[in-house]
C-alpha cells in the first residue's frame, strides 16, 4: 500500500510516499480502507519529531474516514470515522491507504458528511467538545469565552457550546476574522483589547463561566480577568507563549480554576467514544463540520504538508481511496 512512512524526523521537505506492506489485522482489531485523512497542524509536528514518545519507523497522521474490509462479519462494510493521539506517533497513522485499529475504536460515521468532510473532524472537534464538556464542565445556559474563534478548533468550539445551549463570545485577532463565524452571542478583538468590556457588557457585569484558551499566555491575564466569581480557563495551546506570572491570591479569592488539555493522550477508542457522543449533533445538522479549503490525493501528499506546515489557513485532506468515497458536499 501507499503511506507517508518515515523512519527519522526532519523538515516536510523530505517528505515522500511510500510503498509499504498493508498492515496485518490483530486480535480485537479491524482493517480499515482509508477514504480521507485530514491534515493537522499535529501531523507536521509529529513528521518534524515534536512528540515525546514517537516509535520510528511509522505511518503518520491521526484524522480518518474509511470502511471497515476485515473483522467481525457484523463490522465489515460500515462507514467509520476516527482520530486518536496514539495514531500517527505511538502507533501507524492514517496517511496510508489502510490503517488497523481496535475494534473498540470504531465509530460509525454520521450518514449527513461524506468521508472527506468526516476526515476533518477529528482533532478540531474533539479538542474543542474535551474543553468544553470533559473538562470545562460547560453547561446549558453559561457563557463562554472561545479565544482563537475563526481556527479550526475555536470554530467547532462555538457550534458545539451553541448546539448545547450555552452562549458564546468569540475572541479573534480582527474584525476580518468574524467572517468566518457562524452565530455567536458576541464578540471580542484581541486589536481592540476589549475582551473584559465585551464580555462585562454581554454577561450584565457577571463575567463568563468558562474561557477557551488556544493561544497561550499572551491572553491568560485577559482571560481571567473576564471570568466570573468560580470561572474555569481551559488551556490547549501555547503558541502564544509559555510562561505567565500568576496572581494567586486573585485565583483563590475568585475561586477560579486553571485546567490543561492535552488530546494527544487520548487514544482512539477514548476519541471513538467522543466521535459516538457527536454524531448525533451532525447528523441533526446542529454543527456542521470543518470547511475544506483544498483536496489532494495521498501522491501530492508532500504539497499539502508544506501548504499546512506554512499555516495556511482552512482545512485540506488528502484523498485516498476517491473510488470507493461517497462525493463530497
Known amino acids: 500500500m501507499k503511506a507517508i512512512f518515515i523512519q527519522q524526523h526532519g523538515p516536510v521537505d523530505g517528505l515522500t510516499v511510500s510503498e509499504i506492506p498493508r498492515p496485518a489485522r490483530k486480535d480485537g482489531e479491524v482493517l480499515l480502507e482509508v477514504e480521507a485523512a485530514g491534515i493537522n497542524p499535529s501531523d507536521v509536528a509529529s513528521f518534524q519529531g515534536k512528540f515525546p514518545g514517537a516509535v520510528l519507523p511509522r505511518v503518520?497522521?491521526?484524522d480518518f474516514a474509511g470502511r471497515v474490509v476485515e473483522g467481525p462479519t457484523e463490522l465489515v462494510g460500515l462507514e467509520v470515522w476516527g482520530t486518536g493521539g496514539d495514531l500517527g506517533i505511538s502507533r501507524d497513522g492514517t496517511h496510508a491507504e489502510y490503517l488497523a485499529i481496535p475494534q473498540r475504536a470504531v465509530a460509525r460515521r454520521p450518514a449527513s458528511l461524506s468521508p472527506e468532510q468526516a476526515a476533518v473532524v477529528g482533532v478540531p472537534f474533539v479538542t474543542a467538545f474535551a474543553a468544553l464538556f470533559r473538562l470545562g464542565q460547560l453547561k446549558r445556559g453559561e457563557w463562554v469565552i472561545v479565544s482563537g474563534a475563526a481556527g479550526a478548533v475555536g470554530q467547532a468550539a462555538c457550534q458545539l457550546a451553541k448546539a448545547r445551549g450555552a452562549s458564546v463570545i468569540a475572541l479573534t485577532r480582527s474584525k476580518n476574522e468574524a467572517s468566518t463565524l457562524g452565530a455567536i452571542d458576541a464578540l471580542a478583538q484581541s486589536d481592540e483589547n476589549n475582551l473584559e468590556s465585551v464580555v462585562r457588557e454581554a454577561t450584565q457585569g457577571r463575567g463568563a463561566d468558562l474561557a477557551l484558551n488556544g493561544v497561550g499566555s499572551n491572553i491568560m491575564a485577559p482571560l481571567f480577568l473576564a471570568l466570573a466569581e468560580q470561572g474555569?480557563?481551559?488551556?490547549?495551546?501555547?503558541?502564544?507563549?509559555?510562561?505567565?506570572?500568576?496572581?494567586?491570591?486573585?485565583?483563590?479569592?475568585?475561586?477560579?480554576?486553571?485546567?490543561?488539555?492535552?488530546?494527544?493522550?487520548f487514544d482512539t477508542i477514548q476519541c471513538a467514544e467522543i466521535l459516538n457522543e457527536m454524531a448525533p449533533l451532525f447528523d441533526s445538522g446542529a454543527v456542521g463540520p470543518s470547511a475544506i479549503v483544498e483536496r489532494i490525493p495521498l501522491s501530492r501528499a508532500g504539497e499539502a504538508y508544506k501548504k499546512v506546515a506554512s499555516g495556511k489557513s482552512g482545512k485540506i485532506v488528502l484523498t485516498i481511496h476517491p473510488d470507493s468515497a461517497r462525493s463530497s458536499g
Open 60 to 62: 503518520v497522521g491521526r
Open 232 to 265: 474555569r480557563q481551559v488551556v490547549y495551546s501555547a503558541v502564544g507563549g509559555r510562561e505567565f506570572p500568576l496572581d494567586i491570591l486573585s485565583l483563590y479569592r475568585r475561586q477560579q480554576a486553571l485546567l490543561g488539555l492535552n488530546t494527544a493522550t
